[in-house]
């Protein structure tokens, strides 16, 4: 069975620091994403990674994947206060069915 | 880009009654959609894949005659708790994959909060 550990599970952090958000997973996957959600709102897709070694950036987030180590990292540079939500990653298995992580909610302090 | 809709996006309901939701691909076909659960400040959890055509397959733990799913279309699947009670108010959540074009990506609904009194 795919199971998807991520933390922390709360992040508190001031504005302008960096910090790493980690997400592993059980059993082999290609497809890996990170989602962010807003209190009372549904999920916003920030980063869909299909490869080993992919990398992608939006803004201070930098999303990455090694298929071989089954871990993503969700970077966060210089944080400001907008960014505060609650982050998942997500693993997809062959059937297309999507496993979530625990979410790890950040808060960033001014 | 390509649009979920749930409907409706909040209920109330009493006790012992029906609740169906309804969730919809606006610009887009999807063979495929999923319903996931959301308890409050807790992770999203899958319920059902719901494959148009043919019957929706349960996740271990989920009463299939409880939380009825038909898919009758490309662009509509459907999700009815029945005989709702209080430990069913949570907030539902269903997703898509289109049939052609990104089939790599879920897009997912905003999301629709039941509660039962």
């Known amino acids: 069975e795919l199971k998807v550990e991520q933390n922390p599970l709360f992040l508190s952090m001031q504005e302008g620091k960096n910090y790493t958000i980690y997400c592993n997973y059980s059993t082999t996957s290609d497809r890996l994403y990170w989602y962010r959600q807003d209190p009372g709102k549904s999920l916003e897709s920030l980063f869909v990674?299909?490869?080993?070694?992919a990398v992608k950036q939006e803004g201070r987030l930098m999303a990455s994947l090694d298929t071989k180590a089954r871990l993503s990292t969700l970077h966060i540079t210089a944080a400001v206060h907008d960014l505060s939500a609650t982050y998942f990653c997500a693993v997809a298995a062959s059937n297309n069915d999507m496993r979530f992580g625990a979410g790890t909610r950040l808060t960033v302090k001014p | 880009g390509a649009v979920v809709s749930q409907h409706p996006s909040w209920v109330i309901c009493k006790s012992g009654t029906s609740v169906k939701i309804e969730c919809r691909s606006l610009?887009?076909?999807?063979?495929?959609m999923f319903w996931y659960r959301q308890f409050p400040k807790q992770s999203l959890m899958l319920m059902a894949t719901?494959?148009?055509?043919?019957?929706?397959?349960?996740e271990q733990g989920v009463e299939k005659d409880k939380f009825l799913i038909n898919h009758a279309s490309l662009t509509l699947s459907t999700l009815t708790v029945t005989s709702a009670h209080p430990e069913d108010s949570s907030f539902y959540i269903c997703s898509a994959i289109p049939l052609a074009g990104d089939t790599d990506t879920q897009y997912f609904g905003p999301g629709t909060r039941l509660t039962v009194l």
């Open positions: 610009d887009f076909q999807a063979t495929t």
């Open positions: 990674l299909l490869s080993n070694g």
């Open positions: 719901s494959n148009e055509g043919s019957k929706a397959t349960y």
